[in-house]
């Protein structure tokens, strides 16, 4: 079973500190004062992110427990990039406001590429035998 140094949980703490904060500063001043016409567009994206954002927190204290966050936030934005904005870019739709969605998805990204321990999410997450489905 590959160990996961001190240095690669200070590394994971870390980016659950930037998800954390980030998410804090966009979502939460959105959450605590909205109109009822943005509830209705955009009020259940921006729970899910605050939901996420919360999470995260968690994160800094139990950064391997908490690893699905992560690799939640690499594959919904992986999805995202792939599926609405290189059709846009290909497409030359980008504005200002997508491109800067873009910028912080691809750095979102390669953050979780690069703190999430990979042997240690593969011995825990792919070769891990399943749990049961009904009682034996």
């Known amino acids: 079973m590959p160990e996961v140094s001190m240095f690669r949980l200070y590394v994971l703490r870390a980016a659950y500190l930037l998800l954390a904060v980030g998410l804090a500063i966009m979502v939460w001043p959105k959450l605590l004062s909205h109109t009822a016409e943005w509830a209705i567009q955009h009020g259940d994206t921006v729970s899910l992110l605050a939901g996420v954002q919360l999470l995260s927190v ?9 690893l699905p966050v992560l690799i939640f936030e690499l594959v919904w934005k992986s999805v995202w990039l792939m599926t609405i ?36 999410a593969y011995v825990h997450y792919i070769r891990a035998p399943g749990e049961k489905w009904k009682a034996v």
């Open 85 to 120: 904005a290189l059709p846009l870019w290909r497409a030359g739709q980008i504005d200002a406001g997508t491109a800067e969605s873009v910028e912080a998805c691809v750095f979102g990204v390669v953050i979780c590429l690069i703190a999430i321990p990979w042997p240690y």
């Open 58 to 66: 968690l994160g800094i204290r139990y950064p391997l427990k908490m």
